[in-house]
């Protein structure tokens, strides 16, 4: 019996094995078990960073700068950084037909699935040449499908990076600086963040669907989903609810008077949009500039308005929606289509982008749940020294104690990852439901300096060694 997402998130793991998967569970848990407190307050008024695409990235990408803040410095993340970069960050862009070529097809790639090479002009995430996606074995999904995947999820990111050029929030350290008491501050966001969840905030939801009501006022939209996340809702003890048949889920939201529609990147009339039209909405949240005496300093106070303040007509088509994050996609569809990139300062070797994608993490010394393992670390880390960050994904060919050998993503070569204990084992007599065993798929994040063997990962190198796992669209965890 395949474990359910629940299960793994909450398995009881000695302390030195516990990774980012159940960080991110256990923060998210607290941010629900907070919601009322005068923490959750703090965090909440104090939020002045932005990050976009947060929600759109790889876990894998991303989980190095989160694992290294306090719990609430990410709390505050997630409650208000759903914003864009700033406008200069994307001055240059404007809008593109989005458009994903596929160029070529091999049937057999070096992990034993179909392999697509595609030309795409997406955006900001999902552009550029030769570009790499395999389709899960045993899918079933015809070409068809996966190129309609493909077309949807680089719509869907052109869409995002449009967005960002035109709606700019003001909420960043540097806007912040400058804001005094009683200005106000201006937050958008366009991700389908904690969607249909009765107890969100409710400045987070739905912003992808189809147009149900409309009027110069108002405007509701109605999607198919197959996944709610639960993050507030903490009552419920359950990170997500799963729909494997889907379900339908409404929302509605006021018009902002000064609401800007766009379709194919030209100004269009709200009267262009109509009941059946596909949209992607954009929020704008504003508060007032408040003093915090216990804080010592200014912070987000009172809100004074939510509403659209964007509506993209657009003829996506949200089933067949993939990558990470959006939230949106058909799981039975889009899960199928995982994205290989060059692996961080190994782009030699393919590292996989996998929807849904959680880490079974057998080994860490990345977040405070893992001090026992501080004492194997390096001692050469400084901020200013050649020391960096390295990546590979690997199938294991063989254990030898504390010894694995692991062939590497996109490449017939091997390398090896010597831990400092036998935390295989470890892991595997922890009661995780899925065991590390030969022939299974791993990721590696860990320390070198430029001169250095990439391909012998030593135990002081190690950052993270993990699992590689999927959700499926009944909730359960599969192996990738």
């Not at 395999?134 to 899918?139: W, Y």
């Not at 889920?249 to 109509?274: C, H, M, W």
């Amino acid at each position: 019996m395949k474990p359910t997402i629940d299960q793994r998130l909450d398995d009881a793991r000695p302390e030195n094995t516990r990774g980012d998967d159940v960080f991110v569970a256990r923060t998210m848990e607290a941010v629900g078990r907070a919601a009322t407190s005068e923490t959750f307050s703090k965090a909440v008024r104090t939020t002045s960073t932005t990050k976009s695409g947060a929600f759109r990235m790889k876990l894998s990408s991303y989980k190095r700068h989160l694992l290294a803040l306090p719990r609430l410095a990410f709390i505050a993340i997630i409650l208000g950084t759903t914003g864009t970069v700033g406008a200069a960050a994307y001055a240059t862009y404007q809008w593109v037909v989005p458009n994903a070529t596929v160029t070529d097809v091999n049937q057999n790639n070096d992990d034993n699935r179909r392999q697509y090479t595609v030309n795409g002009q997406c955006g900001q995430y999902y552009s550029g040449q030769d570009l790499k996606y395999e389709i899960a074995q045993n899918s079933g999904l015809s070409d068809d499908d996966a190129r309609k995947v493909l077309q949807n999820t680089c719509i869907y990111d052109a869409l995002g990076s449009f967005i960002e050029t035109r709606f700019v929030s003001d909420n960043d350290a540097k806007s912040m600086a400058r804001k005094k008491v009683g200005d106000t501050v201006t937050m958008y966001t366009h991700d389908n963040i904690f969607p249909g969840n009765p107890n969100a905030n409710p400045i987070f939801g739905l912003t992808t669907g189809y147009v149900t009501d409309i009027s110069p006022k108002s405007i509701t939209i109605t999607l198919t989903l197959y996944r709610v996340d639960n993050s507030f809702d903490y009552k419920s003890g359950r990170p997500f609810e799963y729909y494997p048949e889907g379900k339908s889920v409404s929302r509605t939201i006021a018009v902002a008077p000064d609401v800007q529609v766009f379709e194919n990147g030209k100004p269009i009339q709200l009267s262009d949009v109509s009941v059946g039209s596909v949209v992607q909405l954009v929020t704008r949240t504003q508060h007032l500039v408040q003093y915090y005496q216990d804080l010592h300093g200014n912070g987000l106070g009172p809100q004074t308005g939510f509403a659209v303040a964007g509506i993209i007509k657009t003829d996506l088509d949200p089933k067949f929606v993939g990558g990470v994050g959006s939230e949106i996609g058909d799981p039975q569809i889009a899960n199928a289509v995982a994205k290989l990139g060059p692996c961080t300062e190994n782009v030699s070797y393919y590292c996989v982008n996998v929807p849904n994608q959680i880490l079974g993490v057998v080994y860490t010394t990345a977040d405070e749940t893992s001090q026992a393992n501080d004492k194997y670390r390096r001692t050469d880390v400084t901020n200013n020294g050649p020391v960096k960050f390295h990546q590979l994904h690997g199938r294991i060919k063989s254990i030898d104690g504390t010894k694995v050998t692991l062939q590497a993503r996109g490449s017939t070569k091997t390398f090896t990852v010597d831990l400092p204990y036998d935390a295989i084992s470890q892991y595997n007599g922890a009661g995780n439901a899925l065991k590390v065993n030969v022939g299974d798929l791993m990721e590696v994040d860990y320390l070198q300096t430029p001169d250095e063997d990439h391909l012998k990962v030593k135990s002081s190198d190690l950052i993270m060694f993990g699992l590689l796992e999927q959700t499926q669209v009944d909730g359960s965890v599969a192996k990738y």
